[in-house]
């Protein structure tokens, strides 16, 4: 499968879920090791007229999820995958759209991830995620655990 048709297969995805789909994500790029979603600041939008944090890692949490996802899709298993715990930290409020961009940490196996998946029927995968602010910093960081379960 193309990597433009992996793409329309998680954008349905995610539109297919109300809650995301009110989000009006959409799929900013995928290079095969990181994956950046965007997502306009006037349906995110607080009372201080920046980003709600649970947009922020609300999208982040998408992005680690699609990118564990389409790892799973690249590989050929079919899995499900669940966000298993997070760590979120906001450095700075954010005017602007808001664009997750979600890669493997550094210590991260993404070989072992699948391996574990395909022999032993789960495995789990650390996520860095973060959105960046225009002018250059970083609004929001968050780490992650994922974890895919095979379907039967």
Not at 118 to 147: C, D, F, H, K, W
Request: hydrophobic share 50%; aromatic share 6%.
């Amino acid at each position: 499968m193309t990597d433009d048709a992996l793409l329309q297969q998680l954008d349905a995805h995610y539109q297919a879920m109300p809650p995301v789909a009110s989000m009006h994500l959409t799929i900013a790029g995928y290079d095969g090791a990181r994956l950046r979603l965007r997502a306009p600041l006037a349906v995110h939008v607080n009372d201080k007229g920046c980003a709600f944090g649970g947009s922020l890692v609300s999208l982040m949490t998408l992005a680690g999820w699609g990118l564990a996802s389409l790892q799973l899709q690249v590989a050929g298993l079919d899995a499900d995958v669940f966000v298993a715990d997070s760590q979120v930290r906001y450095l700075a409020p954010l005017f602007a759209d808001l664009e997750a961009v979600a890669g493997f940490a550094a210590d991260a196996d993404p070989a072992g991830f699948l391996d574990a998946v395909r022999n032993r029927g789960r495995g789990r995968i650390e996520v860095q995620a973060s959105v960046p602010l225009p002018e250059g910093g970083v609004a929001t960081v968050m780490q992650a655990r994922y974890v895919a379960i095979a379907r039967r």
